[in-house]
């Protein structure tokens, strides 16, 4: 069976592992695609990730010394598609023959628990492939709930790869108006279709004093390009006591925030948006799974054009191709999807 494997920094091959074995509660999936978390993958495949230099203790809640990964690292992957093949005598939903979207890894096939897929069926004339989707659109959505958006708040959101074009989409339909930042006027260009007011060029200036030519600064801040100068300026752009939402996953040391300025002088709220919980204000009423559900019916429904954001569909074979792509011509990528034997693409 066909796996992903991380060997070390910068060295991708596609490996082998056994099938595994059906157990009570569980079926066997068989993957047709499996979606790539650009920011999330790529510190794997560059050596950043924490979990691979400090220990992630989890009833502490602390990185200490050690290692939770190390490499090899195989079957590292974001977002599943698959068909139900199998499923245990003791289990009746998802049925076999079902479409579902899970996490399972960049893999042929996995066996998962059957509990872990109730809910995840994708309808009949639903193109499978937008499954790859459910996560980093919970991702995006749990970043706008965060921000605590009211209709008519002024919006901006830094970054607009695949999560910051979902979560200016998501704003919009929250009501914000939106300014969409970046560097690169084709995902600018998107950012309008995808309902922003105005779309702002970071290469051309600064995004807080464009904001502040129009109104006094922005309500929030949505920070999605994972860059701590990207950070900073997030943090200029609100007016006081604003939020800002950090959801991009920074890497290293954070060089280029100067919090003794308008962090300080503006009374900025900074709040973290990361997928393994939800807003502490919202957790007796929403969860990552409900995230997920929601997402996923506004894609139904056709409210988020998730599919237009898909840039490459790649045999899985070519799998050192497109992290070595993702590594030196980001630019070039949005939403790359490996695509498995039995895939329609």
């Known amino acids: 069976m066909h796996v992903i494997t991380i060997e070390e920094p910068g060295l991708v091959r596609v490996t082998h592992e056994e099938p595994g074995e059906l157990a009570p509660g569980t079926v066997r999936v068989r993957t047709l695609y499996s979606g790539v978390s650009a920011g999330t993958e790529l510190t794997a495949y560059r050596g950043t990730n924490p979990y691979l230099n400090r220990r992630w203790d989890t009833e502490r809640r602390l990185f200490v010394e050690g290692q939770s990964h190390s490499y090899p690292l195989a079957?590292?992957?974001?977002?599943?598609?698959?068909?139900?093949?199998e499923a245990?005598?003791?289990?009746?939903?998802?049925?076999?023959?079902?479409?579902?979207?899970g996490?399972?890894?960049?893999r042929d096939e996995a066996v998962v628990p059957a509990e872990k897929l109730v809910g995840h069926m994708i309808p009949p004339g639903v193109d499978p492939l937008i499954g790859v989707f459910a996560r980093v659109g919970a991702i995006a959505l749990n970043a706008v709930h965060a921000a605590d958006i009211h209709l008519g708040d002024q919006v901006t959101v830094f970054g607009q790869g695949v999560i910051g074009l979902l979560a200016t989409r998501l704003a919009v339909l929250n009501g914000a108006r939106v300014v969409a930042a970046d560097a690169l006027p084709a995902r600018l260009d998107l950012a309008k279709e995808f309902g922003a007011a105005e779309?702002?060029?970071?290469?051309?200036?600064?995004?807080?004093e464009f904001v502040r030519k129009r109104i006094e600064g922005a309500d929030t801040a949505i920070e999605l390009s994972g860059s701590h100068l990207g950070l900073q300026e997030a943090i200029r752009t609100v007016?006081?006591?604003?939020?800002?939402?950090?959801?991009?996953?920074?890497?290293g040391e954070a060089l280029g925030l100067r919090l003794g300025e308008e962090f300080h002088h503006n009374q900025v709220q900074l709040v973290s948006s990361q997928i393994g919980g939800v807003?502490?204000?919202?957790?007796?009423?929403?969860?990552?799974?409900?995230?997920?559900?929601?997402?996923m019916e506004l894609v139904y429904r056709g409210e988020v054009d998730a599919g237009r954001l898909i840039s490459h569909v790649m045999p899985v074979e070519s799998a050192a191709e497109a992290f070595d792509l993702l590594d030196h011509h980001p630019a070039d990528v949005l939403q790359l999807v490996f695509a498995f034997e039995g895939s329609t693409v």
């Not at 245990?88 to 979207?101: M, T, Y």
């Not at 779309?199 to 807080?208: E, K, L, P, W």
């Open 75 to 85: 079957g590292w992957g974001y977002q599943e598609v698959g068909e139900v093949v």
């Open 88 to 101: 245990a005598p003791d289990v009746a939903d998802p049925p076999v023959g079902s479409l579902v979207w």
């Open 103 to 106: 996490i399972w890894g960049h």
């Open 199 to 208: 779309a702002f060029d970071i290469q051309t200036g600064s995004v807080a």
């Open 239 to 251: 007016r006081k006591g604003g939020r800002v939402v950090a959801a991009g996953f920074y890497q």
């Open 279 to 295: 807003a502490s204000w919202l957790s007796h009423r929403w969860d990552v799974e409900r995230l997920q559900r929601t997402f």
